[in-house]
């Protein structure tokens, strides 16, 4: 299959994580496998922190396993820490996504610790990973929240994002996620700062993840692409917010991003109807959970069709 | 006021004229003048269409006339024929709009004649104003609906704008307006489409029309003003839809385009926090009213400023 752009399915960890009731195993299974079967390629399944904390994913070695066993299908796991990540090199996850802040304020409030000892943290879980022989290392992928914006700090200076890539890339990030975590940013700032990380990344592949919070999600995606960004952060009808992160609201809508990525003459390898049809499944199991998303109330134009590699060429 | 990108409020004639419930026309020119005081520098308040038809707009003529005395205002309406043109040279509006279709089925649907008959009916529109003194004369606007896609013809071809943009220019048309009629185009399109049109256009204003329908409104605007475009339609709270195009919803919501432009530097000399304020002014008259947007309800970031000067240059 291939891919102009490369969708990864948070709505299992971002999306639910906020959730206090407990999602069964069965049912998120039973998401991640339609959403695999409508051609998503990567999905972040779980989150390796102590169930005490988030009770959500006390199921995150079973959700693991059986994920792992869905041909074709990248998975992800958020880890907190290196322990998450030694959870996530005992279960063989294909990849370890860790997060840190560069707001410092943020960093303290979500973590509760500082940007210099989070960055410590990953520098000890790069290590860790790089004595697992290498076929069946995990990718290790660092993230810096709020590099768009803090609803702590305000705006945060390019600068300051650069110096935090640098830093991760220089612990041996094997890729960087660069996150709207509180959904401030418009498209001129995502063009400056995703130039900005591309310019340092070089082949390390760089991912957006934004927050429609403000309704710019689909606008910011849009400015990432032209800055040459490939690989997107979305959820199944928006699902999400960072429960850390006052104001923060739904990530942006895998479908409707999907669509307009179609609608663009880029690949995502995702059918767009099926991964419609993956709302169905998830409501079926949690029916008072809210699906937002406007392709599959407005439903495709006449006369569409899916991208094809001439017109993407 | 300098502004580098001027946005004009369609709700009163696209919003509500698909609304049965008639609008009481004070509250109409509560709304205006709000919206008028928050710096919205022109608004399309009404349409002249025959009252057995849209009975929403009887009141065109008191709405006009009120308008025009707000100081400042542009005031523009939206005219199906000649016989609306001339309702609005008595009137001494400033701006006549008239949209026919680029796609002929949805002119016969809509209008019910040829896309031929009507840009004959636009000559007339123009010779007519042409013999009102030119310091009395109203802007005449020329539209083009479904330029972007068509729910009975699908995709439009780009050629079949053109030609229709010059057919439109030629016929002597001060201003254009390219609507995406039934929220069909992405990003990609929308550049082509508006590079296309404004190669044609020369020093006439373009204007852009986006419906939300399908999540793309404001990644199509921001998609338009990298190419140039610096007018734009919407509605506060998104309202509106053509109610002759099935599936078709609302505008894009007004709110949400100020902020994102004024994010991005850009000037729209509108004061963003009073003109989410004008959604109380309007909800108070019509409290059934669905008002949709995402800035109303999450609030501006941390440290937002309004672009300046010096940011936009």
Redesign the interface.
């Known amino acids: 299959m291939e891919r102009d752009v490369v969708m990864r399915e948070v709505g299992l960890r971002d999306g639910i994580q906020g959730i206090t009731d407990f999602v069964e195993t069965e049912d998120k299974l039973r998401w991640i496998r339609a959403e695999a079967d409508a051609g998503m390629p990567e999905i972040e399944v779980t989150s390796y922190v102590p169930p005490k904390l988030l009770p959500q994913f006390a199921d995150a070695e079973a959700v693991t396993r059986e994920s792992l066993s869905v041909v074709g299908l990248k998975v992800a796991a958020l880890i907190p820490n290196i322990k998450g990540a030694q959870r996530g090199f005992e279960l063989g996850v294909h990849k370890l996504n860790f997060v840190m802040s560069v707001s410092e304020t943020h960093n303290q409030k979500n973590v509760r610790r500082s940007r210099e000892t989070s960055l410590e943290e990953f520098r000890s879980i790069v290590a860790s990973a790089r004595e697992i022989p290498s076929h069946k290392r995990p990718v290790i992928c660092g993230g810096l929240a709020t590099a768009l914006?803090?609803?702590?700090?305000?705006?945060i200076e390019i600068s300051e994002v650069v110096r935090w890539t640098v830093a991760l890339l220089e612990a041996g990030a094997d890729e960087l996620i660069i996150p709207d975590t509180?959904?401030?940013?418009?498209?001129?700032?995502v063009k400056q700062v995703f130039r900005a990380v591309l310019a340092e990344a070089g082949d390390i592949p760089v991912a957006a993840h934004f927050h429609?919070?403000?309704?710019?999600g689909?606008?910011n995606?849009?400015?990432a692409l032209e800055t040459g960004v490939r690989h997107f952060d979305a959820s199944l009808g928006g699902m999400g917010g960072c429960p850390f992160a006052p104001?923060a609201?739904g990530n942006i809508?895998m479908e409707?991003a999907v669509?307009?990525l179609e609608?663009?003459?880029l690949r995502t390898g995702i059918d767009i109807e099926k991964l419609i049809g993956v709302r169905d499944v998830v409501t079926k199991s949690l029916p008072n959970l809210r699906l937002d998303?406007?392709?599959s109330r407005?439903?495709l134009?006449?006369?569409?069709s899916p991208a094809t590699a001439s017109a993407a060429a």
């Open positions: 914006g803090c609803s702590y700090e305000g705006k509180v959904g401030y940013a418009a498209p001129a700032l429609d919070t403000r309704g710019t689909l606008a995606l849009a400015a104001g609201s809508v409707d669509y307009m609608s663009m003459g998303g406007a392709i407005a439903g134009p006449r006369g569409f």
